[in-house]
């Protein structure tokens, strides 16, 4: 007997229920108790029938006078009486036939179900039956309930766990036992089997406090570990020096916000360091992210280091080297600025290198690949990355090898991270925000369309390119034949080309295409060439098009709410007023989630409620690992979140993690998916 044992080796579980439980994921036995429950129906309130009142109740009696019958409308209805010594209440069934010949009339039964009015009486309709006994698994308990599937309900998935509770015996303990006593956790193995069969609610809370408290405990120890590791290693301290940096402030056409100051002051203590800064500057799109970073980069060009500088498309390396050129134009060091681009053709990508080496600090800005292609900067003393929260600790690793130490880190981005998020998964990052912009800026029109206002809405968006406009269509999907009939970008620019926006210049943009094809596309509408983009999300972290005026995303539903506020900051950058328009693929009333986005401008607010509605993988996008998505614990839990990231810390002070085989394995599974080793 063993957990790792296939589930047909379970009593009640042949080879053509097992295909069942396969269809949910479930192979052996220690996948089914892993498979939590999504919810609970408490029927463990057993009472006496006299005193019943509506709701789920449970009653013990015999079950006498069983009728079945069909209804006028061809329904079959299964009608009982179940009494005990203080009264008797009626039972109904639908289309199950099965119950007449199931129910002994001179057997004591446990009967569970809704307690209310039917027709003119009250009665319970569609109740579970079970003989009474001293482990009911479909009865007079709290029920857990399961996602199931065509075949396989919650009460056959409750069976095999209950077959399955010898095994229970074998579910090691992960955690250390001075942080189960410290904790007061319940043991593990007792915690499963409370999850899928709790004595009460109290019992419950601590099963489910114990399972979650281990899985924010193992994703603060894993992003911990990298931090502790990082502030192991040595990195070149760069001096503050007033002189240039008033020099570069002073020649700036604007003025630095508070906010921006705040941020590049927290930067050069840091950099200041000969421990390596690893940093996050988080600010909604437009907070001007890009200076802050430039003063950073500045500081370590002024001791005579270099800086890699990453953004996530060739497009955009292009726009920040101009920018980032500019800037450091007047202090004559925009000589220092070179782009690096795999799209360089190999007599320009051997001048760039040759470039390189002729001078002694440099800022080379290329895409997220700059690093890995291994080109060798001299002296690389940071690296800035845009648009991404975290640097491959692996990635560092590499680095470390090669130039003998570890080279600063900041990186930028307009997705924010909820705190919860922040403490449990990027806790190894220190974080600066940028709440505002800085300048008061045009709130963004934002609409939502059923799919029959839709054609109505292309006329508004026809409208905006009449002016000179232009705009981005968002969709889900690139092609037309995926199993899924949503809105594809094939499908749609198809329709929008020979329809609504037929004499208009449309271009199509997706994942598929080569990357050249992609840039091409992007620049014609960055020059204007183009009216209108169709696209997937891939203009999420686009480059600036102050001439868009509209963003409209088809199946909004599909997206993330911090995704579509961050597709709506592409428009209203200039002084045009900015539309965004979600379309809903149904004519349903749109959800709550989706109304938010009217409602709401503030980017911080939405991620939070993504987060609560989503969980955090569907925001982060690590959703096809699982690992982010918590099936325990909520990270609007705080006291379990606070409990659990004292416990890491604690461990990582006292304790070594090598010492605990199972807790090892998950936590280097934890930092491989979510790039932290
Ligand atoms: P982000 O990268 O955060 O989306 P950018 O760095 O691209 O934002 O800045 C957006 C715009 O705001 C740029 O045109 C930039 O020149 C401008 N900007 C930045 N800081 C200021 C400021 N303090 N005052 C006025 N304009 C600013
Ligand atoms: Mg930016």
Not at 166 to 173: A, G, M, S
Not at 414 to 440: C, M, N, W
Not at 506 to 532: N, P, R, S, T, Y
């Amino acid at each position: 007997m063993n957990l790792s044992d296939e589930l047909v080796s379970l009593k009640g579980i042949g080879p053509a229920l097992s295909q069942k439980f396969l269809k949910i994921g479930l192979v052996n036995v220690d996948d089914l108790v892993n498979y939590f429950p999504r919810r609970y129906s408490d029927f463990s309130n057993v009472v006496e029938i006299a005193s019943t009142k509506p709701g789920d109740i449970t009653v013990v009696g015999k079950i006498h006078q069983v009728t079945g019958r069909y209804s006028r409308r061809g329904l079959h209805i299964t009608e009982a009486i179940v009494s005990d010594k203080t009264g008797s209440l009626r039972l109904i069934w639908f289309n199950q036939h099965y119950r007449k010949d199931s129910i002994s009339s001179n057997k004591e039964y446990f009967v569970s179900g809704d307690f209310g009015l039917h027709g003119k009486s009250m009665s319970l309709i569609n109740p579970a039956v079970e003989l009474v006994s001293n482990f009911p698994v479909s009865t007079a308990r709290i029920l857990s309930i399961y996602r199931e599937t065509k075949g396989l309900n919650s009460n056959q998935i409750r069976q095999a766990i209950k077959a399955a509770l010898p095994y229970f015996e074998q579910i090691e303990e992960i955690l250390p036992d001075w942080i189960i006593s410290r904790y007061d956790l319940m043991p593990r193995a007792e915690a499963h089997r409370q999850i899928h069969f709790p004595k009460d609610q109290k019992t419950l809370e601590k099963a489910r406090f114990r399972l979650g408290f281990e899985e924010v405990f193992e994703l603060c120890l894993s992003s911990l570990l990298a931090k502790a590791e990082i502030k192991k290693q040595v990195a070149v301290p760069f001096k503050f020096d007033e002189t240039i940096a008033k020099k570069f402030v002073n020649q700036l056409p604007f003025k630095l916000t508070d906010e921006q100051k705040r941020v590049v002051w927290q930067i050069y203590q840091d950099i200041g360091k000969s421990t390596p800064m690893n940093r996050l500057v988080e600010g909604d799109v437009g907070t001007g992210k890009t200076v802050v970073s430039s003063m950073a980069a500045l500081m370590v060009l002024h001791s005579g280091y270099s800086v890699a500088f990453m953004a996530p498309t060739e497009l955009l390396a292009r726009q920040h080297a101009n920018t980032i050129a500019n800037l450091l134009k007047n202090l004559d060091m925009d000589k220092y600025v070179s782009l690096l681009l795999g799209s360089l053709n190999p007599k320009q990508k051997i001048l760039a290198l040759e470039h390189l080496k002729s001078t002694d600090m440099s800022i080379v800005i290329g895409t997220h690949a700059l690093i890995q292609e291994g080109v060798d900067i001299t002296k690389l003393g940071l690296v800035i990355i845009d648009e991404q929260h975290r640097f491959g600790v692996k990635q560092r690793q590499a680095l470390l090898k090669k130039i003998g130490y570890m080279p600063h880190l900041l990186s930028m981005s307009a997705t924010p991270i909820p705190r919860s998020l922040q403490l449990v998964v990027f806790g190894e990052l220190d974080v600066s925000r940028i709440k505002h912009k800085p300048y008061e800026s045009k709130q963004i029109n934002t609409q939502i369309y059923k799919q029959n206002k839709r054609l109505k809405m292309y006329q508004l968006v026809a409208k905006e390119l009449d002016q000179g406009n232009q705009a981005f269509i968002v969709c889900p999907h690139i092609s037309r034949d995926s199993q899924i009939k949503l809105a594809s970008a094939e499908a749609i620019y198809e329709e929008l080309t020979k329809g609504p926006l037929k004499s208009y210049r449309i271009g199509l943009l997706h994942g598929k295409q080569k990357k050249d094809e992609q840039d091409k596309v992007m620049q014609d509408f960055v020059d204007h060439h183009l009216d209108a983009i169709v696209s997937t999300t891939i203009v999420e972290v686009g480059v600036d098009v102050p001439n868009a005026s509209v963003m409209v995303i088809e199946a909004a539903e599909r997206f993330g709410l911090a995704q579509i506020h961050q597709l709506r900051g592409r428009v209203g950058r200039s002084d045009i007023q900015g539309h965004c328009f979600l379309v809903i693929a149904d004519d349903n009333q749109p959800s709550p989630r989706i109304r938010a986005l009217e409602q709401s401008s503030d980017g911080f607010r939405l991620a939070e409620l993504d987060l609560k509605l989503r969980g955090p993988g569907a925001i982060y996008g690590t959703a096809q690992h699982g690992i982010l998505d918590l099936r325990i614990a909520q990270l609007d839990d705080e006291d379990l979140i606070y409990s659990a990231k004292q416990a890491a810390t604690e461990f990582i002070d006292k304790d070594n993690l090598l010492q605990y085989d199972q807790l090892s394995k998950r936590v280097a599974q934890i930092r491989s998916v979510t790039n932290l080793n």
